[in-house]
């Protein structure tokens, strides 16, 4: 099975400040890497696929890059509502595995 | 508007039975290939089960597999979970997500329910 590691566990960060998430396969999946955002109480919601593709109504302040074996997910001017955690997941094979997710705090 | 509506969730004991189901709108449902993926109370989220359009291929997680059943019935527009000799670890929110449809056999959960609750406890 792939493993997902995402860096780091939590963040807390000052509005306006950037925002670096990675995440890291224990083999090489191209681009087929996801990101998720969950808000509490909330379902996940996708924010970028694949890779570095942003879904349509996300803010641009979020990217993602990478491929291989190691991704980022940034966001450029942290906001309110970026409180969330967010979740890195494969979908290079089965079984799909997400990282253990990062918990962004705002300061 | 798109949207998957879980329901079937409820308390079992160790060992019992309960059936998900996941009613999709809004969008033409033998297309896309179906999955469910639970979060136990203050965890990660962790994929269960995949369903392609047909039915034909099926995956399972290695911590559901040969416990847990995916179905699905194109004509009602419904994806099911099976879930016998429940245990403890169970316990969870199920969500019922969608295939992207863009990326065949590499798609992301593009839709996700609003999840039905799993409570095994005796």
């Known amino acids: 099975d792939i493993q997902m590691t995402q860096s780091p566990s939590s963040v807390s960060a000052s509005l306006g400040d950037r925002v670096t998430i990675t995440c890291r396969a224990s083999?090489?999946?191209?681009?087929?890497l996801a990101w998720y955002q969950q808000k509490s109480g909330k379902a996940p919601k996708l924010l970028i696929y694949p890779a570095s593709t942003l879904q349509s109504g996300v803010p641009s302040r979020f990217s993602g890059s990478g491929s291989g074996t190691d991704f980022t997910l940034t966001i450029s001017c942290l906001q309110p509502e970026d409180l969330a955690t967010y979740y890195c997941q494969q979908a290079d094979t089965f079984p799909r595995t997400f990282g253990q997710g990062t918990k962004v705090e705002i300061k | 508007e798109v949207q998957l509506v879980e329901s079937g969730g409820g308390l079992v004991k160790p060992g019992g039975s309960l059936r998900l189901s996941c009613a999709a709108s809004g969008f033409t449902f033998n297309t896309f290939s179906m999955n469910w993926v639970r979060q136990a109370p203050g965890k990660g989220l962790e994929w269960v089960s995949s369903i392609s359009r047909s039915g034909n291929s099926i995956y399972y997680a290695d911590s559901v597999k040969g416990r847990f059943t995916i179905s699905r019935d194109n004509a009602k527009n419904s994806v099911y979970l099976q879930m016998n000799s429940l245990r403890a670890e169970d316990t969870a929110l199920y969500y019922c997500t969608r295939d992207g449809g863009s990326f065949r056999d590499h798609d992301p959960f593009d839709i996700w329910g609003q999840g039905t609750m799993v409570t095994v406890s005796s």
């Open positions: 083999q090489g999946i191209s681009s087929w």
